[in-house]
């Protein structure tokens, strides 16, 4: 796994050049306790140099272990960007352009604030603490949506002993 994705513009060939490998994952540097990455970003990019400008288009995919935010059960995800675009600014004098950083964005907006393990996710009973994706309990049902949201009360308790 590479540290970190680099084109060597100045020896880019003019009809562009097809960039692809895997990211270490830890550029990601989430530091969330329901999230992490696995296996690194998997990118395939098609670079090329047009005038003053570096374009590059291409897809990412990075796979990842979460909780599910109603049912809290343990389930992995994948992220993909099939249309990952970025232009740079070069000049004659550009040697190396580091793509890491807009790899590394790219990713972390397409992960979900909230990750659920599918998307009919039935959460767990409020006041049982059944997981309702196995079944239904025999508490009462009471009006209004009963899907309690794991992570927000995770997150805030962790709020409330000041931990961000
Ligand atoms: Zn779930
Ligand atoms: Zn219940």
Redesign the pocket.
Known sequence: MEARVVIDVARLDPDGETYAGTLDDAVLDLNDRFISPFAGVRYALDVRKIGRELLVRGSLEQDFSAV??????D?DFTVKIPDFVSSLEVDEKTEFVDLTDELRESIILGIPTYP???VD???ICPHCRKNL?EGPCTCVAESGDERWNVLDGLRKEEGNNGVS
Do not use: I, W
């Open positions: 599910c935010s109603r049912c809290g059960e389930f659920v393990c599918r996710c039935r959460g994706n």
